[in-house]
């Protein structure tokens, strides 16, 4: 089964808002990642946030991490347009050196 | 430092013909990924290699999927006898050691027709 999951599977806000998409998560973790992918694109790394970590900064990004939950999400302020994407949460489980993909947030971002 | 390279990035064969996916990891990197995202879904980790060995293939198909990483040129991911669910989009990542520091590629996008 798959390892992430990512809520909700498809949100659409107005241009400026501000967009919240979580990922859960099964087994323990050395860190997890957010990835972005444009319609029929290759993949965009956006944050990596270890399992030590509560929370991360990046730009317009803000990842947080709880591990006693197993959950992360990822709030994405003023978006824009071009925020418009897939997003994906990826897991490296501390037992085994894969990455585990969840089936990914469509986010759509209206002018 | 070219990032990682895959090639073609779109394929289209027939049902019955071979699909050869190639990719040349970032410069300095040994370690191969290949994962494969099915329309709609997220991405499945297939096999790992290194140079010359595969370490995991536990994700790879038994049947018809083959994948190498020669000592010397590109790792590549063989499809014999493609069928209409082959058509996914592969794509590879490279790290120098831990799969967290993996750089992937654009993907090979292959249709089968």
């Known amino acids: 089964s798959q390892q992430g999951e990512e809520d909700p599977q498809a949100l659409s806000i107005q241009e400026g808002e501000n967009a919240t998409m979580n990922c859960s998560y099964k087994t323990s973790i050395n860190n997890l990642q957010w990835y972005r992918q444009n319609s029929g694109r290759g993949l965009v790394h956006l944050i990596l946030i270890r399992s030590n970590e509560r929370e991360k900064h990046s730009g317009r990004l803000r990842v947080t991490l709880d591990t006693s939950k197993k959950s992360s999400s990822l709030l994405i302020t003023a978006s824009r347009a071009a925020d418009t994407a897939s997003y994906f949460c990826a897991t490296d489980p501390d037992s085994n050196y894969q990455l585990i993909w969840g089936a990914g947030t469509k986010l759509i971002i209206k002018p | 430092n070219a990032g990682v390279m895959q090639n073609p990035r779109h394929l289209v064969r027939r049902r019955g013909q071979e699909a050869r996916l190639r990719c040349s990891p970032m410069k300095g990197h040994s370690h191969v990924y290949w994962y494969r995202q099915l329309p709609e879904e997220g991405l499945k980790f297939m096999v790992y290699?290194?140079?010359?060995?595969?370490?995991?293939e536990s994700g790879m198909p038994k049947e018809r999927f083959s994948a190498e990483f020669p000592k010397e040129g590109p790792s590549i991911l063989r499809i014999q006898q493609v069928v209409r669910g082959d058509s996914a989009a592969y794509f590879c990542?490279?790290?120098?050691?831990?799969?967290?520091?993996?750089?992937f590629g654009q993907g090979t996008r292959l249709t089968v027709v």
């Open positions: 990542a490279s790290s120098p050691s831990d799969p967290s520091e993996a750089f």
């Open positions: 290699l290194q140079k010359e060995n595969i370490i995991d």
